[in-house]
């Protein structure tokens, strides 16, 4: 998606974007810029990570991991379509100088201390929906800045994880839709307590073929990828479930234990896991 949107204007050696992770250490200086040394008993303004890329999109991963408003402010009345000036001098001891502005869109006749962007510019962020109420919130002011895109599950949770199977080359046989699915079970049975992504299905399916190369993932599990499969659960789908209710419980693991075939001391250890995660 970030590939579409940069298009074609850089050049083949320079990334199309500028990937960033947001810590809760950020702050406007990281992403704007702001004054730094510049040797001894030198001060200036050092541009951030997004100014010293203007001319690209800027991914902003785990966008609320950061205190969003203190760090996207100075960007606010760029953002709406008007210029902005920092509060930085473009000569510090100089108290009539010009201080740097920020253009909000491309001007080939900007001045030497005003930052314009790109024409392929633009600013993409992800936040997870679980974790917004947890961490730093996005004020109102900045929400209507941006348009909003929710990225759910797949439609067809059995198809995304055949896909996945061609593409990471685990396929044992055919790529036949009517062949069991036991890992797009788990992920169903999973989204009805609590809606997952696809990152845990790869991360599974990886871990899995690792500690088993012979694992046929379009099949009923036998008694050795039964025991796979809990252990690889454990480590990568029950973590995102943890507080479910326990109604919740009971239900995923009831439809994993028959999913999966499980009898005896294997389906005793799935119930136990699941039931470990309610409050």
């Given at each position: 998606?970030?590939?579409q949107?940069?298009?074609?204007?850089?050049?083949?050696?320079?990334?199309?974007?500028?990937?960033?992770?947001?810590?809760?250490?950020?702050?406007?200086?990281?992403?704007v810029?702001?004054?730094?040394?510049?040797?001894?008993?030198?001060?200036?303004?050092?541009?951030?990570?997004?100014?010293?890329?203007?001319?690209?999109?800027?991914?902003?991963?785990?966008?609320?991991?950061?205190?969003?408003?203190?760090?996207?402010?100075?960007?606010?009345?760029v953002?709406?379509?008007?210029?902005?000036?920092?509060?930085?001098?473009?000569e510090?001891?100089?108290?009539?100088?010009?201080?740097?502005?920020?253009?909000?869109k491309?001007n080939?006749?900007?001045k030497?201390?005003?930052?314009?962007?790109?024409?392929?510019?633009?600013?993409?962020?992800?936040?997870?929906?679980?974790?917004?109420?947890?961490?730093e919130?996005?004020?109102?002011?900045?929400?209507?800045?941006?348009?909003?895109?929710r990225?759910?599950?797949?439609?067809?949770?059995?198809?995304?994880?055949?896909?996945?199977?061609?593409k990471?080359?685990?396929?044992?046989?055919?790529?036949?839709?009517?062949?069991?699915?036991?890992?797009?079970s788990?992920?169903?049975?999973a989204?009805?307590?609590?809606?997952?992504?696809?990152?845990?299905?790869?991360d599974?399916?990886?871990?899995?073929?690792a500690?088993?190369?012979?694992?046929?993932?379009?099949?009923?599990?036998?008694?050795?990828?039964?025991?796979?499969?809990?252990?690889?659960?454990?480590?990568?789908?029950?973590?995102?479930?943890?507080?479910?209710?326990?109604?919740?419980?009971?239900?995923?693991?009831?439809?994993?234990?028959e999913?999966?075939?499980?009898?005896?001391?294997?389906?005793?250890?799935?119930?136990?896991?699941?039931?470990?995660?309610?409050?």
């Open positions: 998606m970030a590939e949107i940069a298009g074609d204007d850089l050049s083949e050696d320079e990334p199309p974007y500028t990937l960033l992770t947001a810590s809760s250490s950020w702050s406007s200086q990281d992403l810029g702001g004054y730094q040394p510049l040797g001894p008993g030198r001060l200036g303004f050092v541009p951030g990570a997004m100014l010293r890329d203007f001319h690209k999109l800027i991914i902003i991963d785990e966008l609320n991991r950061c205190p969003i408003d203190k760090v996207i402010g100075p960007l606010f009345s953002l709406s379509g008007q210029s902005t000036s920092l509060p930085y001098r473009v510090v001891g100089d108290a009539a100088s010009a201080n740097y502005r920020i253009l909000p491309p080939p006749a900007k030497d201390h005003e930052f314009a962007p790109g024409p392929a510019w633009a600013m993409l962020c992800t936040l997870n929906q679980v974790d917004k109420t947890q961490l919130q996005i004020s109102f002011a900045m929400s209507r800045r941006f348009t909003w895109i990225i759910g599950i797949p439609d067809d949770p059995s198809r995304f994880v055949r896909d996945m199977l061609q990471l080359g685990l396929l044992k046989g055919e790529l036949d839709p009517s062949l069991p699915n036991p890992i797009a788990l992920w169903s049975a989204n009805r307590c609590r809606e997952l992504g696809g990152a845990p299905v790869i599974f399916l990886k871990l899995a073929s500690m088993d190369e012979s694992i046929d993932f379009l099949a009923v599990p036998n008694a050795d990828a039964q025991e796979v499969f809990i252990v690889v659960m454990a480590s990568t789908f029950l973590p995102l479930l943890d507080g479910i209710s326990c109604a919740d419980a009971i239900d995923c693991s009831s439809a994993i234990v999913a999966w075939q499980l009898r005896g001391q294997l389906a005793a250890d799935v119930e136990r896991r699941f039931m470990k995660l309610a409050p």
